[in-house]
């Protein structure tokens, strides 16, 4: 017999969970995963990890996966499904119309799973009907973006935390939520002691040790704080009068409307002392360059749009933006949140940033496409979605690599949705979750570690999610799985075999002439073959053929994407959280990431060693709280609101404030006998995104009866 020959090699590929887009480099030897490091050359983690990211290799393989797509639970060829679903969608839009379907997508989703799912959605059966999880994750910050700069841009990086005089955290746990950040952040602290960190948080999280500043203010007060900054700025002469004359409009209204707030006024409005209030705002005002980075704390909130406007204002006046450490800066959870909403991923955008209710630009897309139809208005976004499946409007849903019954707020809604709904179809990477029990057909779909394509991270960086093996028993990507059911439907233009197939028509969107000179451009990668795609190195949009020294500029010239270029300052009137306590419900139920598990746990929960840092659900109380209740740490303790109810040990800390508490979003009935904490939220979102009130509910707290 001849000597065994061990073959290894190295794969380049992105981590699959958070916002941050840290790239991994993998050892196989002889075709299998052995090693997994931080990518020393990824200019988002520079070899950094965090905990997840370690454990990535825990949870690949054949546990908890499907081995061959299902009707009715019973086994079937790819063939049977996917007529089956084609079919079945041909049927519901010949009686009833093409906004009797939709699709609920992910930011897992890699941006060429995306592209498709649009492409089918919006350009061939012409419902704008997709809609995505990211909708809870940022969409408050994309139409915040769009009011004040025309375009759905983030105007910082991440080298901006590095040279930041004043970095300010609103509504971000970054030490548990996007960890090799905080690192980031740590690091540029120790090596410029003249920075500063405020932390801004209902919450007394691990991110708030990097704080010389804690702000522990009242929940949903955020834009208060900031319309107070604007008035402080003005009256104290801080402002960029500059700026302000050449680079924006509408200030003198915005002004009129902050002038009530006053650092008493803000004091009182926020409950934090009034030493606090003018120490940030002092310091802000006369630091050189600050950075405000925000995620859920601002964006999950009835008037998330509002805040994140509020936050922009403040940059706007003194001039802290476009320029080295500084700028408003809203971080994603996902991994392809960015992907998603570049190729039009929200129910109310086209691709390429582009209107979907500008004749214009459907024309545009449409002529691109060389489609039959095109969406001329937004559709339906998740909560409505499910609202529209529920009272049958809707009747088919596909659901791909997602667990609405465990992330959506009031998931007894979501239930009788899947119930009502004539066709559930669920793609997944897992055999068993909450949502799929609800599944009339399920496809089994590739996941990280066999996927192929691309992501965007945080700071706009376009970087390759790489295959490491092969599928798990013949699982399929989102989009071979979609191109096969398109066909089926007897859609032309889905005759892709390769994702760089689709990069390049997606790279070729974002290049017409008289696209509305958008920022978000590709143009510059039209036309690499599949080798340089499958080496594409990480890339920051925007990325202009022919001036490669744009690449990743935004708002070049203080140029804004709007008519005139200017940006625009959007009155604030600060707004509180819809959902109030009452005698009934007492309490705020605030909710939130820990540091080692990832969404509904389907993924992290494989891992031992991620599920040994925290080993089950637990509700923060403060110990005020706890004692006029009775309730000793450890004790098992129901949260009832009206949409529902939930029991979990309970954690008696002063990390929250009197009469709030706090529970994590991970766990759900596959994992503890409890349902999830979204249950106790009501379907309410921000007019302006849609994006739902998930930091914000009324609970009342009893002491579990059976104890
Ligand atoms: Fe993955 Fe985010 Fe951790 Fe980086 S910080 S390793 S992207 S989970």
């Given amino acids: 017999t001849s000597p065994t020959i061990n073959k290894t090699s190295l794969k380049q590929t992105t981590c699959a969970y958070c916002g941050v887009g840290c790239g991994v480099d993998i050892s196989l030897l002889n075709n299998v995963p052995t090693k997994l490091e931080g990518m020393r050359e990824h200019p988002a983690n520079f070899g950094r990890l965090c905990v997840k990211g370690t454990h990535l290799l825990d949870t690949t393989g ?27 969608f041909n049927d519901v839009i010949q009686k009833h119309g093409p906004d009797a379907v939709a699709f609920y997508v992910s930011g897992q989703l890699l941006t060429e799973d995306y592209y498709i799912a649009n492409k089918l959605m919006k350009g061939y059966i012409g419902s704008g009907n997709i809609d995505t999880n990211s909708r809870l994750c940022m969409s408050s910050a994309v139409a915040g973006y769009k009011r004040a700069f025309g375009e759905d841009v983030v105007p910082c990086t991440y080298e901006d935390l590095e040279q930041t005089e004043l970095l300010i955290l609103i509504g971000s746990n970054a030490a548990w939520t996007h960890p090799v950040l905080y690192q980031r952040m740590e690091r540029a602290k120790q090596l410029n002691p003249n920075m500063k960190v405020v932390v801004i948080d209902p919450r007394k999280t691990d991110t708030a040790e990097l704080a010389d500043t804690f702000l522990n203010i009242k929940p949903g007060s ?83 749009v509002d805040k994140c406007n509020a936050i922009i204002n403040a940059h706007l006046a003194s001039g802290k933006l476009l320029k080295p450490g500084s700028g408003p800066f809203s971080i994603t959870g996902q991994p392809n949140a960015m992907g998603g909403r570049e190729v039009g991923g929200l129910a109310n955008q086209l691709a390429a940033h582009l209107d979907i209710e500008n004749e214009a630009h459907q024309s545009l897309v449409q002529r691109f496409w060389l489609s039959p139809t095109i ?59 909450d949502t799929l029990k609800f599944a009339d057909v399920a496809f089994p779909s590739t996941g990280w570690g066999e996927k192929n394509g691309t992501v965007t991270n945080s ?50 969107l974002t290049d017409f002439e008289n696209n509305g000179s958008r920022l978000l451009n590709l143009s510059g990668l039209v036309g690499l073959t599949k080798s340089q795609y499958d080496n594409l190195k990480p890339i920051m949009w925007p990325v202009v053929k ?16 709007t008519a005139d270029k200017k940006a625009r300052f959007i009155p604030i009137t600060p707004q509180l959280p819809v959902q109030q306590t009452s005698i009934d419900y007492p309490f705020v139920m605030n909710s939130g990431r820990i540091r080692d598990q990832w969404h509904t746990m389907s993924r992290t929960g494989k891992s031992t060693a991620l599920s040994s840092h925290i080993t089950r659900p637990y509700i923060e109380i403060n110990p005020l709280d706890a004692s006029k209740l009775a309730i000793k740490q450890n004790d098992l303790i129901s949260a009832i609101a009206q949409t529902g109810q939930v029991t979990a040990h309970a954690k008696v800390t002063d990390a929250v404030r009197k009469g709030e508490c706090f529970m994590p979003i991970h766990w759900n009935k596959q994992f503890a006998s409890s349902a999830t904490v979204s249950g106790l939220y009501q379907s309410v979102v921000d007019p302006l995104s849609g994006q739902a009130e998930c930091k914000h509910g009324a609970v009342n707290i009893v002491k579990a009866p059976f104890v």
């Fill in 62 to 88: 054949s546990d908890n996966r499907l081995t061959s797509p299902l009707i009715n639970n019973q086994a079937v060829t790819w063939d049977e499904a996917t007529d089956h679903v084609a079919n079945k």
């Fill in 546 to 561: 022919n001036q490669p020294y744009k690449n990743g500029q935004v708002f070049t010239n203080n140029q804004f994407s």
């Fill in 222 to 304: 955020d834009a208060a704080l900031y319309n107070g900054l604007l008035n402080y700025l003005n009256e104290h002469n801080h402002l960029d009068t500059q700026f302000i004359a050449q680079h924006t409009n509408g200030f003198e209204s915005a002004l009129q409307e902050v002038q009530k707030w006053s650092c008493e006024a803000v004091s009182d409005f926020c409950d934090i002392a009034i030493d606090q209030v003018t120490e940030f705002y002092a310091l802000f005002a006369n630091s050189p360059s600050a950075i405000s980075f925000y995620s859920m704390g601002i964006n999950q909130s009835s008037s998330g």
């Fill in 375 to 433: 969406a001329n208005k937004a559709g339906s976004n998740a909560i409505d979605m499910f609202d529209e499946i529920a009272a049958g409007k809707i009747k088919a849903v596909w659901i791909m690599a997602t667990n609405p019954m465990v992330s959506l707020p009031n998931n007894a809604a979501i239930k009788k949705a899947l119930e009502t709904c004539e066709l559930v179809v669920v793609s997944d990477c897992i055999a068993k979750s």
């Fill in 459 to 508: 700071e706009r960086r376009i970087s390759r999610q790489r295959p490491l093996v092969a599928p798990y028993s013949g699982a399929k990507n989102d989009w071979q799985i979609m191109c096969e059911v398109a066909k089926k439907m007897r859609f032309e233009g889905f005759d892709f075999t390769d994702p760089s197939g689709i990069f390049e028509e997606w790279a070729q």
